[in-house]
């Protein structure tokens, strides 16, 4: 399916707790989570990502991953709502941030590359591109890298992704096409990522690999294996992994029912 069959709706006031960004089909709705195909193109090989946080804007949005249907909403911490502070010289989040659908960093599993275990959360992405998208838009994208970053004891892997559409994408196939072509921009999006809690009084983030970046090779391997814990999660393999708390009540994907689609906890 084309990323221009998938459109958001947008519900409640922003910058309040009713604020909620839904995603839909040609059909109806469905999970941003669950319900869109992790990959876009198997060859050459290119992803779905859903824009959570457009770039140069504050509000820690994230996919509901508790909720039916999975809305993007704002987090909270202890009832306010969160907004990520600027770190100089940045205004905001400094690219396009969102996750990969289909993937999930699972908390049950202890990564080998890292010695902790996952966040609970879809695979995040940092889309590098020149144009500043809408929240909840749906892209498609090609993997340029990983960064692994220890947050909190949990691994929350960073991909650099580049969306196709954009100028620069055919001369972005590698973390070396990205330094020669974006001089700074990957030092840059590190110390972003280490400083960005400082300002809330929190210690700097770490890194694994001693903050080294990961090649497109590497980052699709933990991409693959993201999406193999995910597909145990909503029960798509006959090794199985607990859920816990996330929903999946309203997920369409081969070997689930259909009838999730109309029935009256997806709307």
């Known amino acids: 399916m084309p990323v221009s069959a998938y459109s958001a709706v ?9 604020y909620k960004v839904f995603i839909r089909d040609d059909d109806g709705p469905i999970s941003p989570f669950h319900d869109i195909p992790l990959v876009a193109n198997a060859e050459p090989r290119t992803l779905h990502m859903v824009v959570e946080v457009p770039r140069w804007t504050n509000a820690k949005m994230e996919i ?16 306010k709502l969160r907004y990520v502070k600027n770190s100089f010289p940045h205004v905001g989040y400094m690219w396009n941030y969102g996750a990969f659908p289909q993937t999930w960093e699972n908390p049950h599993h202890v990564d080998e590359n890292t010695g902790e275990k996952g966040d609970d959360d ?10 500043v998208a809408n929240r909840g838009d749906v892209l498609e994208v090609k993997v340029l890298g990983i960064l692994a970053m220890i947050d909190d004891g949990e691994t929350d892997w960073k991909t650099i ?24 921009f990957l030092d840059s999006t590190r110390d972003w ?9 929190k210690p700097e983030n770490k890194f694994a690999f001693n903050g080294e970046y990961k090649d497109v090779d590497f980052a699709n391997k933990i991409i693959d294996e993201t999406n193999m814990f995910w597909r145990q999660m909503v029960g798509l393999e006959e090794e199985s992994a607990d859920p816990g708390k996330l929903d999946t009540g309203c997920v369409l994907v081969d070997g689930r029912s259909e009838e999730r689609r109309v029935g009256k906890e997806c709307r």
């Open 193 to 201: 990522l280490r400083v960005y809690k400082m300002p809330d009084g």
């Open 161 to 184: 992704v580049i969306d196709v559409n954009d100028p620069l994408a055919e001369s972005l196939n590698s973390l070396e096409d990205v330094v020669n072509e974006m001089p700074g």
């Open 122 to 131: 879809p695979v995040d992405c940092c889309e590098i591109g020149q144009r």
């Open 10 to 18: 947008e519900r409640g006031t922003s910058d309040t707790d009713t």
């Open 64 to 79: 509901d991953t508790k909720s039916p249907l999975n809305p993007i909403v704002q987090d909270q911490k202890k009832g």
